[in-house]
């Protein structure tokens, strides 16, 4: 098995690490009780620790209001839409 594998756009490296058999049992549980694997919820812990999550949520929901804000636009009219620019 390769040690970089290409996800998302991103190369994987691997990483191994030593914990205590509570904090491994931990991790199991809770990547199980989330449905994803423990390699996962433990890059999303750090992710989230550094605040990628929330730059990449804040990223996907500007582009999302982008993408749709004709919509938005459309089904409140554009008084709201003025309103919210006045509000800025």
Do not use: C, P, W
């Not at 990483?15 to 509570?22: F, I, K, P, Q, T």
């Not at 804000?69 to 839409?81: A, I, L």
């Amino acid at each position: 098995m390769a040690s970089r594998r290409r996800r998302r756009g991103r190369a994987k490296t691997q990483l191994n690490v030593r914990v205590d058999e509570d904090t491994a049992r931990a991790a199991r549980e809770r990547a199980l009780a989330r449905g994803i694997g423990v390699n996962r919820y433990i890059e999303e812990l750090v992710r989230q620790d550094t605040g990628e999550s929330g730059r990449a949520f804040v990223e996907a929901a500007a582009d999302f209001m982008n993408q749709y804000e004709s919509v938005f636009t459309e089904e409140f009219g554009r008084d709201r839409q003025g309103a919210r620019e006045g509000h800025r």
